[in-house]
């Protein structure tokens, strides 16, 4: 029985130490990085060993599943409709959009008609940053 469990303790000793290698790493005069399992000749070598080494998964990785596309809103698809349909009309929103995105952030203050009362009222910061936004997103959807 104590022969039987010496032979087997030997060998799973000599399994072992044969499957471990040693590795050479050195980087040669253009700073390229080797490996090699021979003694290189005029380099300084640091020694590896193959049991140290981690060793990285080896098979298929799955492809990480694309996000959904996101529906287009309703004034995407207006704008597309109005593209296919007359191309003219939304070339000339796209400019007008231009011109009023030039004005609108090459001025600060405006004044307009109150449509209700008929007073000449100065347009607030809110409702100027409003109206660039809507046009940035009309220049998108028509000059695009």
């Known amino acids: 029985m104590f022969t039987k469990t010496l032979v087997l303790v030997l060998t ?29 000749e005029n380099a300084s070598t640091d020694k590896i060993h193959s049991e140290d080494i981690e060793q990285q998964p080896i098979g298929f990785i799955a492809p990480k599943p694309r996000p959904a596309e996101p529906e287009p809103s309703e004034e995407e698809k207006n704008a597309a409709r109005i593209k296919e349909q007359n191309k003219q009309h939304a070339a000339d929103i796209c400019e007008n959009a231009k011109h009023s995105l030039k004005v ?41």
Do not use: N
Request: net charge neutral; proline share 1%; aromatic share 8%.
């Open 12 to 40: 799973l000793i000599s399994i072992g130490s044969a499957s471990a290698t040693v590795i050479y790493k050195w980087v040669d005069k253009d700073g390229v990085t080797h490996y090699s399992q021979q003694v290189p």
């Open 104 to 144: 609108l952030t090459s001025h600060s203050r405006f004044i307009s008609k109150d449509e209700t009362t008929g007073e000449m009222v100065a347009m607030k910061e809110e409702d100027r940053q409003a109206k660039i936004a809507a046009q940035e997103e009309r220049i998108r959807l028509f000059c695009k």
